[in-house]
């Protein structure tokens, strides 16, 4: 099991290294000039030469990349002070210590994903079990019509309608907002509870789907089979044995769909108006921001890799075969 989670690391670790190489280069292919964003519109030649300087922009692109990395480990000295490590710069438009404000609005993301990713495991799931088990009924067809129903919805489309229904006209849930979970736990579930809805409806549907499809597999299986046939009661034979056996391409799927549900996170932060890291990413687009777009990036993406290494581990745990491949 060490040699295997020591091989998915290695390999995570380079796919972060390819991913900071490729964002920081392609940045530099933009006609855009991160110093006379960072100057401003009243900008003299003076200023963008010292601008240069202090950010470093002067020096060979390499250079400038090699930098950076060192910066992540072992901190930076610029011409306002030293950067402790993890050292992404400064902002280019705020000024901003761009670690501080991923450090000030990744709870928001964090909060929305897990939230979202626990809402459509439980009831996808739960769901795909169900019309399972009632294969062929009433149940089982209002289920698959509901499922396709939700997968063709988008995300801006019932956040907004859910928020002139729910918030706005009925007033049974409270305006999206997201409130320190420490600090206190109610407010933050409730604030979060209408994202979490929206953001995991297209999940709910895909994996519910997935789920009937993998057991109702599952439950023609000869093991199964021999299960029943030897008088074992039937919930034994749907949990113990069918259910097994169709959880773990569940969890593959899974630590794929990570991606997509940050990238869903985006969509949704910017519906309900939260300040998380999808909606900083696409500030840091918009205003050609290099230094908090790479720190975005390298954020997200090192989140992602190791929700993949929790999940190839749970996996490797459920089927031996994967450790020995």
Known sequence: MLRFLTRRTLGALVILLVISAVTFFLFFALPAEPARLACGKNCDPAALRIINENLGLDRPVPVQYWNFMVGIFAGRDFAVGHCDA???????????????????????????????AAVFLTVGVGI??????????WLDKLFSSLSL??????????????????????????????????????????????????????????????????????????????????????????????????????????????????GGAMITEYTFTLHGIGRLAVESVQLTDLPMLMGVMLVSATAIVFFNIVVDAVYALLDPRVRLA
């Open 86 to 116: 993890p050292c992404f710069g400064y902002s280019f438009v705020s000024q901003e210590p761009v670690w501080a404000t991923i450090v000030d609005r990744f709870p928001t993301t964090l909060s929305l994903a897990i939230g979202g």
């Open 128 to 137: 795909g079990l169900l019309a399972a088990a009632r294969r062929g009924t």
């Open 149 to 262: 129903l939700g997968s063709s919805m988008q995300i801006y489309f019932v956040g907004v309608l859910c928020l002139a229904l729910f918030v706005s006209n009925l007033g049974i849930m409270d305006q999206p907002a997201y409130h320190s979970f420490t600090e206190n736990p109610g407010k933050w579930f409730a604030g979060m509870l209408l994202p979490w809805l929206v953001l995991s409806m297209i999940f709910i549907a895909n994996y519910s789907r997935l789920t009937r499809s993998l057991m109702v597999e599952q439950l023609q299986e000869e093991h199964v089979r021999a299960a029943q046939a030897k008088g074992m009661a039937r919930r034994t034979v749907f949990f113990r044995y069918a259910m097994r056996g169709a959880v773990a391409p569940v969890i593959t799927i899974f630590g794929m769909d990570l991606g997509s549900l940050f």
